[in-house]
Structures are given as C-alpha cells and as structure tokens.
C-alpha cells in the first residue's frame, strides 16, 4: 500500500506525524507540500473521501489565512471558492496530508493515526 505524506518540514505537527510513522514502519512518500503542492483536483477528491467538512482542511493558525481574513470570508464561501483559496496558495492547507489513495486525514492525531493508520504492524 502506498502513502503519500503532504508535509512542511519546518511545521512541529508534521514532524510528530512523520515521526509516528517512522516508528510504526510505515513506508510513504514526503511530498514538501510548498514546493509540490498538490492541485486542486487532487485536493477535491482528497477533501471528498476523508469525510470531513472543508473547513478542516484550512490552517486556521496560519498567517496567510489571517492575512487573508479567511476567518470572516469562509462562512459565505462557496466549496467551489473554499477549493480555488486552498489550491491557490498551499501554506493556507492544514498538515500534513496522509493518503493511500482511499483514506485521508488531515493533522495529525496520534489515536486517529493508530484508528486508521493501524500500528504498521497489520500493514505488512
């Protein structure tokens, strides 16, 4: 099964998650989400098979995002204008991304890691 890790080494959520991985030999691939930001299909059909609202895909704590003042804008925001804001500028997508292809999930919390990623264990 191959992962795909949407991650910004400079982020301390992304590190965790990288490091989680690591330790529970899970093999993926690191995409440097600045510099191979994935695009807007992409992002839509990951957005659509991890279950969660839009809004969760945004980095809330961002400077762009406040810079932006995506805060008041996203309430009247059509997915469609939610989808072009993420695709156009990848430091506004909250990180990392872990992907297989059917499963995503978007930051990093370790007992949703262990739910859905398993141990790596049961990968093998």
């Known amino acids: 099964m191959a992962f795909t890790f949407y991650w910004y ?10 490091k989680w991985l690591d330790e529970h ?3 993926y691939e ?11 299909e992409e992002l ?3 957005y659509r098979k991890s279950g969660l609202p839009l ?11 406040r810079q932006l003042r995506l805060k ?18 990848s430091m ?9 292809g059917e499963r995503v999930t978007v930051g990093f919390h370790e007992e949703e890691y262990r739910k859905i ?7 093998s």
Not at 9 to 18: E, F, L
Not at 92 to 100: A, V
């Open 55 to 65: 809004k969760k895909w945004f980095n809330t704590s961002g400077m762009r995002y």
């Open 72 to 89: 008041e804008r996203i309430e009247r925001a059509s997915e469609d204008e939610m989808l072009d804001w993420l695709a156009s500028d």
């Open 44 to 46: 839509e059909n990951m």
């Open 117 to 123: 990623w398993g141990t790596g264990t049961e990968m």
């Open 9 to 18: 080494p400079g982020c301390g959520t992304c590190r965790k998650a990288k």
């Open 30 to 40: 690191p995409i440097h989400i600045v510099e191979h930001p994935p695009g807007r």
């Open 25 to 27: 030999g899970i093999e």
């Open 92 to 100: 506004l997508l909250k990180r990392p991304i872990l992907t297989d």
